[in-house]
């Protein structure tokens, strides 16, 4: 049997919100890649024809940049830094926000072409996640954890995509 290192003892010791996953990590990376250029191609679309859009749109899609930039960074300090959970915790908040500002933006422009639509989205998202929830509830995550990733979840989709929605 081979010894532990520092860093796995003091996972096992410590009960953690975020779990450390390098592989995770790297994934996550890589995806974020891949939405700031889609992000970025959303945008020059939009930029060519402002006024068709609404604020919150533009104001959330350019918004979501830093978040999802950053994120990125955070999620990379996983592979090589000894102390790993405030990049986690960061990693996931910035990761949160950049992603549902994009989903908040999307909603608001699929208003454009119906509301029913764009509620159905935004109802179909938050029950979605809602589901992602409960399965990780039920494979034993544990239940505070979920539930605060969950409300944070709801709560960046009501504030700016539902309520732009009814305003």
């Given at each position: 049997m081979e010894a532990e290192s520092p860093s796995e003892k003091n996972m096992e010791e410590e009960p953690k919100i975020f779990k450390l996953n390098p592989e995770k990590a790297a994934a996550r990376v890589a995806i974020?890649?891949?939405?700031?250029?889609?992000?970025?191609?959303?945008?020059?679309?939009?930029?060519?024809?402002?006024?068709?859009?609404?604020?919150?749109?533009?104001?959330?899609?350019v918004l979501s940049i830093p978040f999802i930039f950053v994120s990125s960074l955070a999620y990379s300090k996983l592979g090589y830094w000894?102390?790993?959970?405030?990049?986690?915790?960061?990693?996931?908040?910035?990761?949160?926000?950049?992603?549902?500002f994009m989903i908040n933006a999307v909603g608001l422009i699929a208003s454009n072409i119906s509301l029913v639509l764009s509620f159905f989205y935004f109802g179909l998202t938050i029950s979605l996640l809602l589901i992602y929830s409960l399965i990780n509830i039920f494979h034993g995550r544990s239940l505070l954890t979920q539930s605060l990733k969950f409300l944070l979840a709801a709560a960046i989709l009501f504030s700016g995509g539902v309520l732009p929605l009814l305003f």
């Open positions: 974020n890649g891949v939405i700031l250029a889609s992000l970025f191609v959303m945008l020059a679309v939009i930029f060519l024809e402002p006024e068709k859009f609404n604020f919150m749109v533009i104001v959330q899609m000894k102390e790993t959970k405030l990049w986690d915790l960061f990693g996931y908040l910035t990761y949160s926000f950049g992603i549902f």
